[in-house]
Structures are given as structure tokens and as C-alpha cells.
């Protein structure tokens, strides 16, 4: 079974430049979740979706960040414009969760991004 | 909100060694609890989990207890490896969410 993708693994870019980040589930699991981990902190959850829909947003910096999961399957993270304090790994996950039942999550590699 | 506390790293350790990392946490219903393992070069990987209070979390000799009286779950580990050498972040995912709240994770370092 394939595990989560995400492209790309490393991006530098400059503060005020745009940046996008892309990831695709394991087949068939509902929920997806985007977390940033800035370097020496734990993951902290930046968006839920439940196939296409938004279920949590709420640590969505909503100035600068958007999310979108078309179809409820691939889904896109976008800065824009970059901060420095937007350097971290930007990981991508996703559980099964059929019905009321959850599931384990599943991460990606993540994106290093650099915000120069 | 909901929080975990890790004890901060690196910890270093030698080969054969007894291995405890602490971990509290903060929550407002009844969490279940986990222990993520992330190895150089690697994602996050589910290591064990415990989802009530008395539940004993295991996987590859490490183990975890649910102690709700002490809102903790400690990693242990009788005999560590040079392979356990990673970064060990407990986790939590309170009563009707479906996201995790992580700790700031612990750096084990195992010596030949």
C-alpha cells in the first residue's frame, strides 16, 4: 500500500514570495490534515479536512495561508506572501475514519520549507 | 486547551541501557494517548497507544501506561538499541476530535 506523497521535499524561497505545497493521501482515507513542525517543536495542526470539506481551521493563519482539497483527494497548502517565521516541515496526513470510528494517521516525509 | 509536556532532550543513553521518557499532558475530556517515533531521514511512525485510563501501550519492547491520577504516559524501554536512536514525540487526541495534539518531542541518542 502506498503511503502518503508529498511534493516537494525541500523549498527555498524569499520572504514575500508564494509558495504551495502538495500532498496525496492514502487511497481511500477520508480525512486529511496539514501540520507545520517548526524546528524543536512538536507538530501543531494547521488545517483538518473530511473528504473536501473543512472541518478545523482554526490554527489557520487565514492572512496569508489557504488550503483546498478538490474532489476530496489531493490536497494543496498555499502561502502567500512568506514569512521568515514560516520555516518548518509542513506535514501531510491521513486516517481512514469511517463513519464515527477513527483511525490511525498516517504521515507523509513532509515539505522543509526555508524563508529566506 | 489540550497540551503534552515532554521532558526536553537530548537524552543519551548506552547500548543496553533502561530508557524512561516522561510525558504529562492537559485535557478537557478523556484522550487517547500516543507515543510517535520519528528516525533520522524519516516521517512520523505510530509507535503505541493507549485509549483509557490502566491501558498498557506496547510495540517493539518499548511500553506506555494510561495513568489517568497522574495525567502521565512515560515511554519505558528495558534494553535500548543503537536502532532506537530517533525522536520520540508523545501525542493526544481528546474526546471528539479527530487531530493530534503533540508534545516538542524527545532526542534519543543510543551509544555503541
Redesign the interface.
Known amino acids: 500500500e502506498a503511503g502518503v506523497a508529498q511534493s516537494p521535499r525541500y523549498k527555498i524561497i524569499e520572504k514575500r514570495q508564494s509558495v504551495a505545497f502538495w500532498c496525496n493521501p492514502i487511497s481511500g482515507h477520508a480525512t486529511l490534515y496539514w501540520y507545520q513542525q517548526i524546528l524543536g517543536q512538536g507538530p501543531k495542526l494547521l488545517i483538518q479536512f473530511q473528504n473536501n470539506g473543512v472541518v478545523d481551521d482554526s490554527q489557520l493563519p487565514k492572512d496569508r495561508f489557504s488550503a483546498e482539497r478538490l474532489k476530496g483527494v489531493d490536497s494543496t497548502l498555499k502561502i502567500q506572501p512568506a514569512k521568515l517565521e514560516d520555516s518548518a516541515v509542513y506535514l501531510c496526513a491521513s486516517s481512514l475514519d469511517l463513519g464515527a470510528r477513527t483511525y490511525e494517521q498516517y504521515f507523509g516525509p513532509g515539505t522543509r520549507l526555508t524563508v529566506t | 486547551g489540550d497540551s ?1 509536556t515532554q521532558m526536553e532532550g537530548p537524552v543519551t543513553l548506552s547500548e543496553e541501557a533502561f530508557l524512561t521518557i516522561n510525558c504529562t499532558y492537559t485535557a478537557t475530556g478523556y484522550p487517547s494517548l500516543f507515543w510517535y517515533v520519528q528516525y533520522p531521514g ?5 509507535l503505541l497507544k493507549a485509549t483509557k485510563a490502566d491501558d498498557k501501550g506496547s510495540n517493539k519492547g518499548f511500553e506506555a501506561t494510561y495513568r489517568k491520577e497522574t495525567t502521565s504516559f512515560h515511554l519505558e524501554k528495558g534494553s535500548v538499541q543503537v536502532s532506537d536512536s530517533a525522536v520520540y ?1 508523545c ?1 493526544l ?1 481528546d474526546t471528539g ?9 524527545t532526542r534519543l541518542q543510543v551509544q555503541p
Open positions: 503534552v524519516e516521517g512520523l511512525q505510530l514525540f501525542a487526541r476530535r479527530r487531530a493530534l495534539t503533540f508534545g516538542s518531542g
